[in-house]
């Protein structure tokens, strides 16, 4: 702020009295019961409590005689008092006028409606916690979920990013710039693209206003590292349901030899409205290391998916199970016609979450029987039963409408319907924490596939959500989900092959009942 004056800002939970909220010190209860009057009464990977998120804000002081810097007044929570709640995740940022954040009012429905905006607060009305602090809810016309605000280096303007409407990431992605701060935000771009499958690549942003696209070099030296090379990765189309275009990555192991055969890795993204951009050689979902023991990868970006229009990722809603699956039919078709070095006779196919879903899905039709192994993570069993995950709001868009209002949709793209044809050996990943794809559904799949006597493995994590992060469990993830595969394919080629994952003993299980 000046030579001798600092701001500084940290997130942390605040109380509804608006105190600093320290689990350490708070009273205890004799009971565990939990109640509620609405929802949703849990998010992502943790049950909603009184406490609330917000942003603290305190003013440092150099001391003139030891140079240490003190605090020019306690710590103040920017949100008191507002009935809002901050969206941590979406990002905040401080300069020397104030703090941008984005939040949400509580006042709207929760589990069917989200408002994320843009909040602007003074610097200058933060000296006191008592005094009344003057927000700015920074509107751009559109209803969808803010992200990214940042500050210009002199505080007197700020960027950030919008959906058109809701959470739906079908939608496209606005570049807001707000000229001054106290001014409504104009539109300067949307994110269209980016192309980064190795190294160097290009965000592409596209001007509605005039129709020019700007490419903005995104340089980077990461992939190169791990033995990893464009000539690795190929490009392809084939026609997919109802002869839409379909584009798939063709990922190939490092010491590829086109005169032998390699098994097929089939990999079906989450979503549906996601994609296989860049991401594939990053984190537990890493096809470059998928292929590295010994597979040839193939992944399509099927019906539903972004980053093809608009329409092309709405064409899932109501037909989830549809033209998706007949993208894989085909899909695999083309795999059998133009890859010759694919071996097809040996093939798996795994999904994520949507992904899993789909799984669960052709497991009971006949492309289900194309595979030696199938892995479901975070996989739907029931369409019925989704209305336990914390985001209903979602499955009423993707359903068109309600359980109670639009039930024959569900009914109708429900895997469990078809599960006594399920005989492929399936491996199910499941998480605890978990709220979004409850864990009771790979529980349910594991049930039917042991009751059916089909080979089957159930892998859980007590203490991760929606995606696994934690470092340890990342590893365990990996060699379960590749020993799997691994053991009923058997990658290795002619024995040239070192650091094959080798599917371990499960020892978790009850020694007792084996």
Not at 163 to 184: A, C, E, M, P, T
Request: net charge negative; charged share 20%.
């Amino acid at each position: 702020m000046n030579d001798r004056l600092l701001a500084v800002t940290v997130g942390g939970e605040v109380t509804p009295h608006g105190m600093l909220y320290n689990p350490e010190m708070a009273s205890k209860s004799y009971s565990s019961g939990r109640e509620y009057t609405a929802m949703s009464v849990r998010e992502y990977d943790k049950w909603l409590t009184p406490q609330r998120d917000t942003i603290w804000y305190a003013t440092l002081v150099e001391s003139q005689d030891n140079g240490q810097y003190e605090f020019l007044y306690n710590p103040v929570s920017i949100l008191a008092g507002t009935g809002l709640d901050l969206l941590a995740s979406a990002g905040f940022d401080v300069s020397r006028t104030g703090v941008l954040f984005v939040a949400r009012q509580f006042t709207i429905k929760q589990g069917t409606k989200f408002m994320y905006n843009v909040y602007y607060v003074a610097t200058s009305t933060l000296t006191d916690l008592g005094t009344s602090k003057p927000f700015a809810s920074i509107m751009s016309g559109l209803e969808g979920a803010s992200s990214s605000p940042v500050f210009s280096p002199d505080g007197q303007s700020a960027a950030f990013v919008q959906k058109q409407k809701g959470f739906y990431d079908d939608d496209k992605s606005h570049l807001f710039l707000v000229r001054s701060i106290n001014s409504s935000p104009d539109t300067i771009g949307m994110f269209t693209s980016v192309d980064a499958s190795i190294d160097d690549g290009t965000y592409e942003i596209l001007d509605p206003s005039t129709g020019i696209s700007k490419h903005i070099l995104l340089a980077k030296r990461i992939g190169a590292t791990y033995g990893l090379h464009s000539s690795q990765v190929r490009e392809v189309h084939f026609q997919g349901a109802q002869d839409h275009d379909i584009h798939a990555w063709v990922i190939k192991p490092s010491d590829f030899d086109v005169s032998k055969k390699y098994p097929l890795l089939y990999a079906i993204h989450g979503g549906p409205s996601n994609a296989w951009n860049d991401h594939w050689w990053g984190g537990t979902w890493n096809l470059a290391l998928f292929a590295e023991q010994g597979y040839v990868v193939f992944a399509p970006n099927i019906t539903g998916s972004t980053g093809f229009g608009e329409d092309f990722a709405k064409r899932a809603y109501i037909n989830c199970g549809g033209h998706a699956c007949e993208d894989l039919v085909r899909g695999l078709d083309f795999v059998k016609r133009k890859l010759e070095f694919v071996d097809t006779s040996r093939a798996v196919a795994v999904g994520i979450t949507y992904g899993g879903y789909l799984i669960n899905w052709i497991g009971g039709h006949p492309l289900g029987k194309e595979f030696k192994a199938l892995v479901a993570d975070f996989g739907i069993f029931s369409t019925l039963d989704m209305y336990a995950a914390d985001n209903s709001w979602f499955q009423a868009n993707l359903f068109k409408g309600t359980i109670h209002g639009a039930r024959e949709h569900y009914e109708r793209w429900d895997p469990a319907r078809y599960v006594s044809n399920w005989t492929t050996p399936h491996l199910i990943i499941a998480s605890e924490l978990d709220y979004q794809v409850p864990i009771t559904e790979g529980l349910q799949a594991l049930h039917v596939l042991q009751e059916r006597g089909v080979e089957s493995r159930f892998l859980s994590f007590p203490d991760e959500g929606h995606l696994v992060q934690k470092p340890g469990n990342q590893l365990h993830w990996l060699r379960t989900m590749l020993g799997w595969c691994n053991h009923y394919v058997d990658p290795v080629i002619q024995g040239d092959r070192e650091g094959k994952v080798v599917l371990g003993n499960v020892v978790s299980e009850p020694g007792w009942r084996v």
